[in-house]
């Protein structure tokens, strides 16, 4: 009797927490989930810059092996907050403008460059909100 | 008198001779390669691979002589365009030479000059012996402005000593902040005043500014594919449609909505035609160009758009048409003849949905200049696999098309510059 209750009472909290984690719609700040970078990145640049991030030829830059991605993160957060055109990247042109994303909040912005720079075969440290926020601020 | 008749025809018998031994041997020796190059045709078609690579090719033209020049998006060596010569007639490339120091999209043979485009300025050379004769280049149109999106200019050539170019808009859909979710369209929209259209030159007349020349048509995003039907006496285009309607709206179109709309239009350019961009799109599901929403549209509505101009033909979205040319050779069957190549270079704008394209498509054509029936796959298997997912994927992006004096056909490609000729056995 004792593990019918102890085995309903775990079943109880689980069902429970499962609930709690699906009817989570806005992602906690201080939490790092790795999911919400993801879904950004579906949302708002995946359209560009494809599925694995590989870009267009000659049209939308790779966001692979490539120095403005893995390199200085200032230089990558400021792409999102101003937009970027006439840039050449490892050597290759890219005809079309990237928009400003500024309509993103900073901890947006964090969570879809830290994906970024983490996805794709890509190995660089994290951007946080902060680093975000002071480069808004700089505008 | 005697004298005469027998110089005559000693002359005309050397004549024949000479121009008998040139054509024969040529088409004697053309094979197709036994796996077609990598891709697939209609049956009694065979393609043999001309060259594996010439960098990232563009547009491509063939001398009377049969000589194959191909513009490049890249400097190669220094040069904006390769020359493809073979000399011993099998169809494969002996030599490959680089011509001219700029990169570009168009190129034209024609009037005996060889006419060849940056994104800002057209060039022409003389043809000397069906050779171009690179120290004497003429500026024909000169200080177009320079512009990343949608600034490639593509040339064609009428009858009548005109020139055309197209000018793409430098915009989706002119959006006060290009692209920008939440952005308003501009009314009027300023970038139809340079640009959006195409504009009519006089082919013979130096340094032409865009001025001095003439808007043609207007109400088209973008033009890559564009030529001159002899048989019509009429200019026909491919438009590239607008993309990203769901990023744009995602309240209003989903994922797989965007993916299918707007048509890839087929343009028959009639002067002073106006096609309705950007204002509006077509939608070949509903048959009709609709409102864009942008300009308050809602998917439905049509207003404005009611009395703009239609395609001749509709194609799948995002399927990029990069070039575009009747047939008027006598290589091919019957039915080929008068109607038009295209090439679909291959969608980006469908992702996260499997991309589309990347193969040549023939359309039949009536006497009247208009499609005679649907369109049909010509070549396929570009890409190397059987469904591309991204466009990085791909292999090979069929982006140029030129017919050679036997009838056979060029087909460039986008990523190597890899060049096929097809022929009919």
């Known amino acids: ?55 267009v030829p000659n049209m939308n830059p790779p966001l692979i092996k490539t120095d403005w991605v893995l390199g200085d993160s200032t230089r990558l957060i400021n792409v999102i907050l101003k937009g970027l055109k006439n840039t050449e990247i490892n050597g290759d042109s890219y005809s079309n403008e990237m928009p400003s994303h500024d309509f993103l909040t900073d901890y947006q912005i964090a969570e879809v460059l830290t994906y970024v720079r983490k996805s794709f075969g890509n190995q660089a440290g994290p951007i946080s909100s902060e680093d975000v926020k002071k480069q808004r601020a700089k505008k | 008198m005697k004298n005469l008749i027998l110089f005559v025809s000693i002359i005309a018998l050397l004549t024949s001779f000479k121009s008998a031994d040139k054509n024969p041997i040529k088409k004697a020796k053309l094979k197709a390669d036994a796996d077609n190059g990598g891709i697939t045709l209609p049956k009694g078609f065979g393609a043999l691979v001309v060259s594996e690579g010439v960098g990232k090719a563009r547009h491509i033209a063939v001398s009377e002589k049969g000589d194959i020049y191909v513009r490049l998006a890249k400097l190669k060596d220094g040069k904006g365009t390769i020359i493809l010569k073979d000399n011993n007639g099998d169809g494969k490339a002996d030599e490959s030479i680089g011509f001219g120091s700029f990169v570009g999209t168009g190129i034209v043979i024609g009037n005996n000059y060889l006419y060849a485009s940056s994104d800002s300025s057209v060039v022409r050379y003389p043809m000397v012996k069906g050779s171009p004769d690179e120290s004497k280049p003429e500026t024909i149109v000169t200080g177009l402005e320079l512009y990343s999106e949608h600034g490639t200019k593509s040339l064609a050539l009428d009858d009548k000593n005109h020139l055309y170019v197209t000018f793409g808009a430098p915009s989706n859909v002119c959006q006060e902040k290009n692209r920008m979710k939440g952005s308003k369209g501009m009314t009027p929209c300023p970038i139809l005043e340079w640009h959006g259209g195409v504009w009519q030159f006089d082919a013979n007349k130096k340094n032409q500014k865009q001025a001095d020349g003439f808007r043609y048509v207007t109400g088209i995003r973008n033009i890559v594919g564009l030529d001159w039907n002899k048989q019509q006496g009429e200019l026909y285009a491919m438009q590239h449609g607008r993309d990203q309607l769901t990023t744009l709206f995602p309240e209003m179109y989903n994922a797989e909505q965007s993916a299918e709309l707007p048509s890839e239009e087929f343009l028959l350019l009639k002067k002073g035609s106006d096609f309705g961009w950007p204002y509006c799109y077509h939608d070949r599901f509903q048959g009709k160009k609709i409102l864009s929403p942008e300009y308050g549209g809602d998917g439905k509505k049509q207003e404005i758009c009611e009395g ?32 038009a190549f295209i090439c679909f270079h291959g969608s980006w704008n469908r992702a996260p949905l499997k991309q589309g394209g990347y193969f040549v498509a023939f359309v039949p054509f009536g006497k009247d200049g208009k499609p005679s029936g649907d369109y049909e796959v010509f070549a396929e298997g570009f890409s190397g696999g059987t469904e591309v997912k991204n466009p990085n994927d791909a292999k090979a992006r069929p982006v140029g098309l030129a017919q050679s004096a036997d009838g056979s056909i060029y087909i460039t490609d986008s990523v190597k510059g890899k060049v096929w000729r097809i022929i009919h056995q």
């Not at chain 2, 979205?317 to 069957?333: C, K, V």
């Open chain 1, 1 to 55: 009797m004792k593990y019918i209750i102890s085995l309903s009472l775990l079943t109880f909290f689980l069902s429970s927490a499962m609930i709690q984690k699906n009817t989570i719609t806005k992602p906690q700040p201080s939490v790092y989930q790795p999911d919400s970078g993801k879904i950004i990145y579906e949302t708002y640049c995946l359209a560009c810059h494809q599925e694995d991030g590989s870009g």
């Open chain 2, 308 to 339: 703009k101009d239609k395609p001749i033909m509709a194609f799948p979205a995002h399927w990029a048409p990069n070039a575009l040319m009747f047939y008027t050779g006598d290589m091919f069957p019957a039915k080929y003849k008068n109607g």
